[in-house]
Nanobody
């Protein structure tokens, strides 16, 4: 069974950068999709972006397009979310999640990592 573990969150000033990691244990196939989501206090969980494990089909929410980049290291079974030009409104708990068939149904979730952006 696949498990996901996020890391890399923390406190950063506005305009700064952070890189989140999502390490997957278990068998991962190239057709799986890895998604990133975030949830701010008192708000619903929002989609941030997603990428097919093969590296194709990358898609981002408008709110992060041009600032966030998803990449992966197959050898480490890890997907990254590089976040640049961070804004206070990016403050949230960030989650990675796995979609086995690209249907938008994320069946496996990580535990989340807190990102706080100070103004």
């Amino acid at each position: 069974q696949v498990q996901l573990v996020e890391s890399g969150g923390g406190l950063v000033q506005a305009g700064g950068s952070l890189r989140l990691s999502c390490a997957a244990s278990g068998l991962i196939f190239s057709h799986y999709f890895m998604g990133w989501f975030r949830q701010a206090p008192g708000k619903e969980r929002d989609f941030v972006g997603r990428m097919r494990w093969s590296g194709s089909n990358t898609y981002y929410a408008d709110s992060v397009k041009g600032r966030f980049t998803i990449s992966r290291d197959n050898a480490k079974n890890t997907v990254y979310l590089q976040m640049n030009s961070l804004k206070p409104e990016d403050t949230a708990v960030y989650y990675c999640a796995l979609d086995f068939n690209g249907a938008g149904q994320y069946a496996v979730w990580g535990q989340g990592t807190q990102v706080t952006v100070s103004s």
